[in-house]
C-alpha cells in the first residue's frame, strides 16, 4: 500500500487561510469517506483534528476543516495562528481493510 | 480521562523479539478496535496493526505489508500487545497504541499514547 501523497511544507502569515492536499488513488481516498486528518507537534504524539472528511471531535477549533474531491482530500486551516505551526498528516481507509497515512505536511506561520 | 501508557520498548538486536504492552484506562477498553502506528526517526506515520473489540466473541486483525507475518496484534481486558518478531533495522521507531474512533473498520485514531521507542541495531 502507497502512502498517500502530501506537499512537504506549506506556509501562511498568521490570519489567513492555508490548504492542505491528500492525493491518493481508488483504493482508499477515492473510494471512501474515511478520510482523517491529525495534528502533531515536535516530541509529541499526534492528534486528531477531522474524521470522515469533515467531521470534527470535539474540542477542536471549528477553524479546521476538511474536504474531498475524487482522489484527493484537502484539510483548511483558516485564521493561521502561530500555535497551528506543526506537522499535519492524512490518513484514510483501504480496499484491502488497512490503513494509510500521508506523508506528512510541515505548515510554517510565518 | 482516557489513558493509554505504552511500555516494552528497548534496545533489540537484528533478528531479536520484542513484546509491547498499552494499558488502557478511562474508557470500556473491550468495547473499543485499537491501532498499532509507528514513526522512524524523523519519518512520518505508518500505520501497521488493527485489532477489533473484543466485546463479541473472537477478534478480527489486520497487519501492513511491512509487518504481517513477523508482528502479531492481541489484546486482553485491561491492555493491548504487539508481540515483534525477526525484528530488522527499519523497525526502528517510535510505536503508538491508539483507540480507533469507529467499530468494525480501522477509521481513525481519536486517543493516542505517550509512545515507546523501539531500536534494532547491532
Known amino acids: 500500500q502507497s502512502a498517500l501523497t502530501q506537499p512537504a511544507s506549506v506556509s501562511g502569515s498568521p490570519g489567513q487561510s492555508i490548504t492542505i492536499s491528500c492525493t491518493g488513488s481508488?483504493?482508499?481516498?477515492?473510494?471512501?469517506?474515511?478520510v482523517s486528518w491529525y495534528q502533531q507537534y515536535p516530541g509529541e504524539a499526534p492528534q486528531l483534528m477531522i474524521y470522515?472528511?469533515?467531521n470534527r471531535p470535539s474540542g477542536v477549533s471549528n477553524r479546521f476543516s476538511g474536504s474531498k474531491s475524487g482522489n484527493t482530500a484537502s484539510l483548511t486551516v483558516s485564521g493561521l495562528q502561530a500555535e497551528d505551526e506543526a506537522d499535519y498528516y492524512c490518513s484514510s481507509y483501504t480496499t484491502s481493510s488497512t490503513l494509510v497515512f500521508g506523508g506528512g505536511t510541515k505548515l510554517t506561520v510565518l | 480521562e482516557v489513558q493509554l501508557v505504552e511500555s516494552g520498548g528497548g534496545f533489540v538486536q537484528p533478528g531479536g523479539s520484542l513484546r509491547l504492552s498499552c494499558a488502557a484506562s478511562?474508557?470500556?477498553?473491550?468495547?473499543?478496535?485499537m491501532n498499532w502506528v509507528r514513526q522512524a526517526p524523523g519519518k512520518g506515520l505508518e500505520w501497521i496493526s488493527y485489532i477489533t473489540s473484543s466485546d463479541t466473541s473472537g477478534t478480527i486483525t489486520y497487519y501492513a505489508d511491512s509487518v504481517k507475518g513477523r508482528f502479531t496484534v492481541s489484546r486482553d481486558k485491561i491492555a493491548l500487545y504487539l508481540q515483534m518478531n525477526s525484528l530488522r533495522d527499519e523497525d526502528t521507531a517510535v510505536y503508538y497504541c491508539?483507540?480507533?474512533?469507529?467499530?468494525?473498520?480501522?477509521?481513525?485514531?481519536?486517543?493516542w499514547g505517550q509512545g515507546t521507542l523501539v531500536t534494532v541495531s547491532s
Open positions: 470522515d472528511v469533515s
Open positions: 481508488s483504493s482508499d481516498v477515492g473510494s471512501y469517506n474515511y
Open positions: 478511562g474508557f470500556m477498553f473491550s468495547r473499543y478496535s
Open positions: 491508539g483507540r480507533d474512533i469507529a467499530l468494525g473498520r480501522v477509521a481513525a485514531v481519536d486517543y
